[in-house]
């Protein structure tokens, strides 16, 4: 269960927003984080409590490949991006990475800047505590499911060699 | 049941029996890449990951081509992280130092990548070498590590969009143009989570390269892989570039497709794509006259040698206008050479552009062209949100090679039939 204010962002917030490139010279999570959203507001990490959560509009993590995209929000003490849809392969990354997405289309207009939430990763049910509403999420295909189960792609991969030698 | 051709790819890739979208499937892998960015976070979650040995040593590649020739001393430390893991596993396709191309214009040219392959890259643009008829997609580092150990992935099977490229392009209408006309009609999240499949009489007309660059910007739509049929072109490209075995592929007739798109290229002018993203997609004859600063010809959009030859038929004669600094990059080590052997170079020395090593610098705002506050350059590459190319208070407008380069003479976004 995570419990956090709510930061809105926009629109196809892309990953060079999320993370500039001028940043990419390590891969430690706190350096990263101490930059996160550098890219869309110089200082935008000052506001940030840990715990607090990213809500935002359509296709967030568009653009670059980056790991270092989630590495940044998660070394920024965020657990969690609610958003009306992510993009490919951020999404994919953050999965990797242990960063909690939720997409839920339209009911994203129900979360308001500053609103205090508190999100149940396995149920996919976010209640928004300032104004009452619960939203229900899609749940996670099967397959992705068995990864997550298994602790992430690190440990699936180190079972599957296991399971070969 | 009829496939489209990016099902067809990954079951010549997997044992499971492909159904159709939406579909987990997990398929063998032909190549998998990373960069100084991207090696050194996969490499790491290798080693957590407990493997030893990567799964096929001449199929694991690194090309150190971002921050490259290295800009600072934290960047020099990542490249170091990739040598030091190529030689620890024997690498056959290392590249450092004058062997680096830009990693997705270099590949297809060593004959890495071709017709058929499935190939997953901890880069975005690895969408690439689906301009040869390749299932070729981005991913993170630690999807790339698990590649790297298993030699294998998983897919979610897309859903796809016919592209149909009908009509003639004009003398400065190419690939890119057309690519920018599509995302400017779909949107940078048009194709999210899906194929582009290219196809149509003009389609089949497109060199090689030009299919590279549209594939290249799949991405930028949002898409997973934007694909060209394994054709005649392809299959000797392939072969002139050291591939055997490759066979013809294209979909099934009466594939299923999710939304048919037609850009037809009769009469289109050089398109541009304006800040901050690149669906803001306008004719040149809409954006001309605005002052640029910067003009940056290269990349893995546009920095291979058909590129170069209609960026240096603008130089010719020509200056770059005073106030302009005009970067050209040729992609890859043979690009220069090539470049050299025709006397592109000349040309563009002569017109005083600063020509560079083969480097993505620029492109991503890491080095070798950073624009300060207020500037505004136009660049072949592929992205132009805000601050990609250095401040928050620059902008980057998006164009082919030929629209580039005729900015960069006049000063101003102009067409290039007035240069």
Redesign the interface.
Known sequence: MYQGKAHKVGDHIDTDAIIPARFLVTTDAAELGANCMEGLEPGWIKRIQKGDIIVAGENFGCGSSREHAPVAILGAGIPVVIARSFARIFYRNSFNMGLVLLEIGDDVTKIHDGDSLSVDADTGVIDNRTTGEKIQCKPVPPFMKGILDKGGLVPYVRDRLAARA | MPATLAEKLLQRHSDTEITGPGQ?VRCRLSLVLAND??A??AI??FR????HDVFDRDRVVIVTD??TPNK?I??A??VKVCREFAAEQLLAHYFEGGNVGVEHALLPELGLVGPGDVVI????H?CTYGGLGAFAT??????I??GM??GET?F?VPPTIQVVLTGDCGKFVGGKDLMLALIGVIG??GA??KALEFTGALATKLSVEARLTMSNMA?EA?G?VGLFPADAKALAYAAAHGRTGDEALEADPGAHYERVVTINADGMEPQIACPH?PENVKPVSEVAGLRIDQAVIGSCTNGRIEDLREAAAIFKGNKVAKHVRCIVLPATPAVWRQALAEGLIEIFMDADCVVGPPTCGPC???HMGILAGGERAIATTN?N????MGS?ESEVYLSGPAAAAAAAVAGAIIDPAKI
Do not use: C, N
């Open positions: 987990i960015i991207t050194p976070l790491k979650a957590e990951m407990g493997a971002h921050f600072d934290a960047s430390e990542q890259g901890a880069d975005s690895t981005g991913m993170g580092s630690t999807d590590a698990g150990a298993l998983w979610k940078v999240s999210r989570y991405i949002g997973k993203l991503l705002g890491g992205r949100f805000r601050g990609r928050l």
